[in-house]
């Protein structure tokens, strides 16, 4: 059931004992989500602890470090964050799949798998929704809750870059930094910036790989696992190496393409204007936003590029 | 004479035929300062051509193209917008060099060259000065000139990431995207993102030549003229270059060695956190900002690189 910040506001006033569930593949808006809601809560005297299938990246630590509840207890309260999907609760499924009370989240693509659902599409990030119904609620909010909130707005925002940025989510970043003395330019340089030596020089070795075509619309680059062991770099560093794919002025489409394991390729598709990459992912089994979808295809590396081209080619044909 | 908005006011309601300077290198807050300045005067019926020593580059054809004065006329009125020194106006400081009558600007190091200046140094873009002083004078906004304040204050801002950004300087993002259809998601990718195949592929090879010392902390970026050669790339591409030498998470003080002619290297200083690279500067002979500043040195590349580190390393040896 879709709900209103009204009947979120009841629930949290009377819930009890709470288990705060973020996503697999954890990001800065689910983390920032999960401990501003940790914080709000707090206030309300309801106990509560953030989980996550993954661990939390050493990142976020100044999120995450030593604010979690360490104590022991039966979760009396089941609530997702930025969650659109069971799927993504990970090892939390097993646990909670069918027993979310509460999520609340700005995708436009939730299922609706809860019991109450405070869904804002309009929304930035899940910390923008977060942020509101603290205010409709007049909770008053701690500094590390407002540093909470921040993070995940400008993370999912790309730092008020992209589209999905509205009015309000730059009103909420003024007044969070009107009323709390957060240090938003050293949280931005680590969510944006900073790079490990390994993967500065990954970026470095796969831009000078890139291939170009159908002239110049499509940009590929591939990262195989070859790549990675050389400049000793997991998995999770390649958070962001996507939207290179489409910082080429010609380019309308960008693949990342990233080795899972031999003959299996994870393709994360951008698009840089109008071309709609969602369609393009379904014809190959994938799907997911106009700008930003992807697929898993298997085979030779060649030959899954060479398969990658001709459905591009057939939608800028259109 | 420092001046206020009422007294800005009462100068350009009465003014006549201007010319609006804005500085050498031409970056978004300038150009989009003049652009929005001359939206402005037409709106109180004021004749008005914006200036500049260079061509604007290409990208901001958005905002220049077709939107100047193409009337000969002997102005009146000289204004000059984001200029902290007369020296910057380049070729125009022969021309209107002490005759400069209002000038708008928020560099805390303004000359107060001009008859009037209005400076507010607590914005993050002249652009933002110029909106607060359209809002004092109730001047309605045109789209075009809203589109000038904003890619200047998301420029000057490193899109709101920078610590020059206010709560200020976000509700006016607010404002001028509640009143307008701004496209800023394309504005803020065309301003950030794209880039040519040439400067990409010299990004990737400096990168893999970058150099790390004094412990990681200080990471050093060549540019040689034969380097641009190869790559095809110019001298205005090399914006934004300088902040890669701070993407390594290790790296407290960064160096771009920019090649002039043979022998003449431009360094270029950042700072990750809290070295004043503007003092090390000076002590090479140049100055800047606390986390932005800059040196000519001349002499053998290598020679060049040993005195930067030398000097890097008595500062963070304090």
Chains 1, 2 share one sequence.
Do not use: W
């Amino acid at each position: 059931m879709l709900i209103g910040f009204s009947e979120a506001e009841t629930f949290l006033r009377n819930c009890r004992d709470a288990v705060i569930i973020t996503h697999i593949n954890p990001d800065g808006d689910c983390i920032g989500a999960g401990f501003a809601m940790r914080e709000i809560l707090s206030s309300l005297g309801v106990r509560s602890k953030v989980v996550c299938h993954d661990e939390f990246p050493t990142r976020f630590d100044f999120i995450t470090k030593g604010n979690n509840c360490t104590e022991e207890f039966e979760p009396q309260t089941i609530i997702a964050v930025d969650i659109a999907d069971e799927k993504l609760m990970g090892k939390y499924q097993e646990i909670y799949g069918g027993k979310v009370q509460l999520c609340i989240d700005h995708h436009i693509s939730n299922k609706q798998y809860a019991q109450m659902t405070l869904l804002r599409d309009d929304a930035a990030a899940a910390c923008q929704v977060i942020y509101d119904l603290a205010e409709y609620m007049g909770v008053k909010l701690t500094k590390q809750c407002a540093v909470c909130i921040y993070t995940g707005i400008s993370t999912d925002s790309g730092c008020f870059r992209y589209s999905c940025t509205t009015p309000r989510t730059h009103e909420i970043a003024a007044e969070l930094m009107r009323c709390f003395d957060i240090d938003f330019a050293h949280i931005n340089r680590n969510m944006f910036e900073v790079k490990s030596r390994g993967r500065m020089l990954l970026e470095s070795r796969v831009v000078s790989l890139m291939e170009c075509c159908l002239d110049e619309k499509l940009t590929i680059i591939a990262v195989t696992q070859e790549m990675m062991k050389e400049m000793n770099v997991c998995a999770d560093e390649l958070e962001g190496f996507a939207p290179l794919t489409i910082q080429l002025e010609t380019s309308e489409v960008g693949i990342l393409i990233r080795e899972r394991e031999p003959g299996l390729y994870k393709c994360s598709f951008r698009s840089a204007n109008d071309v709609n990459v969602s369609e393009i992912c379904r014809t190959l089994g994938g799907g997911g936003h106009a700008k930003a979808a992807g697929c898993t295809v298997s085979g030779e590396l060649e030959d899954v590029k060479h398969r990658l081209i001709e459905a591009v080619e057939r939608s800028l044909g259109k």
